[in-house]
């Protein structure tokens, strides 16, 4: 039951990310980490956002795999595939719609920040830049949203050129809220993932 409900929870977080990053492409702003390098990368290639995204995370895993265990890393990878399909089935199914600019900014940062959220708090991750803050998180105890802020920030000063200054400070202000949300409401997904498999190792044990 709580694996059902973990399941549950991680795929609320991703369709409700997937939901904020489609909102700030319809607006042509953009996003920090490996979703703002795919984004970006949208800008210049032919190739969809989700296949984008997908390859750009995967030199992170090694990072992963060897810091946070495999356990983790397969959990972000499944989660990266679940957001990379999403993200492509809301183009198809939501056509391009008009919002205030500002009001999209604020929308995508509390869809994105809770979406992330949820994933995080379940034991997975969204890969990239979350899982490099949280292993700076785990290794130096300095807290993941501030670490995702800085580096999304840097991210966003080279979209800037594409999207121009007033769209590359408000995707700012949507990285902002987004990252304000993840660190307010953080646990260890990493605990989180040893928890599940504590669990289902006790449940094995009961039905023996």
């Given at each position: 039951m709580n694996?059902i409900?973990?399941l549950?929870?991680v795929?609320i977080?991703l369709?409700?990310?997937?939901l904020?990053i489609?909102?700030l492409s319809?607006?042509l702003?953009?996003f920090?980490g490996?979703?703002?390098?795919?984004?970006?990368?949208?800008?210049?290639t032919?190739?969809?956002?989700g296949?984008l995204f997908?390859?750009v995370?995967?030199?992170f895993?090694?990072?992963?795999i060897q810091?946070l265990g495999?356990?983790f890393?397969f959990?972000?990878?499944?989660s990266i595939t679940g957001?990379s399909?999403i993200?492509?089935?809301?183009?198809?199914l939501?056509p391009?719609f008009?919002l205030?600019?500002?009001?999209?900014?604020?929308?995508?940062?509390?869809l994105?920040?809770?979406?992330?959220?949820?994933v995080?708090?379940?034991?997975?991750s969204?890969?990239g830049?979350?899982i490099?803050?949280?292993y700076?998180?785990?290794?130096f105890?300095?807290n993941r949203?501030?670490?995702?802020?800085?580096?999304d920030?840097l991210?966003?000063l080279?979209?800037?050129a594409?999207v121009?200054?007033?769209?590359?400070?408000?995707?700012?202000?949507?990285?902002?809220i987004a990252?304000s949300?993840?660190?307010?409401?953080?646990?260890?997904?990493?605990?989180?993932?040893?928890?599940?498999?504590?669990e289902q190792?006790i449940?094995?044990?009961a039905r023996?």
């Amino acid at each position: 039951m709580n694996l059902i409900k973990t399941l549950l929870l991680v795929s609320i977080g991703l369709v409700l990310t997937s939901l904020g990053i489609k909102i700030l492409s319809n607006s042509l702003l953009t996003f920090g980490g490996t979703a703002g390098i795919a984004t970006i990368l949208t800008y210049i290639t032919n190739i969809s956002w989700g296949v984008l995204f997908f390859i750009v995370n995967l030199p992170f895993f090694f990072i992963s795999i060897q810091e946070l265990g495999k356990w983790f890393t397969f959990s972000s990878l499944l989660s990266i595939t679940g957001i990379s399909f999403i993200r492509e089935w809301l183009d198809v199914l939501i056509p391009a719609f008009d919002l205030n600019i500002v009001l999209a900014a604020i929308i995508a940062g509390l869809l994105i920040g809770f979406g992330v959220t949820f994933v995080l708090n379940n034991g997975s991750s969204l890969g990239g830049i979350h899982i490099l803050g949280l292993y700076i998180d785990k290794k130096f105890g300095v807290n993941r949203g501030i670490v995702l802020f800085l580096c999304d920030s840097l991210i966003i000063l080279f979209a800037v050129a594409l999207v121009g200054w007033y769209k590359g400070l408000l995707s700012i202000f949507c990285i902002f809220i987004a990252s304000s949300i993840i660190g307010r409401y953080k646990k260890s997904p990493i605990k989180e993932m040893q928890r599940v498999q504590e669990e289902q190792l006790i449940s094995q044990h009961a039905r023996s």
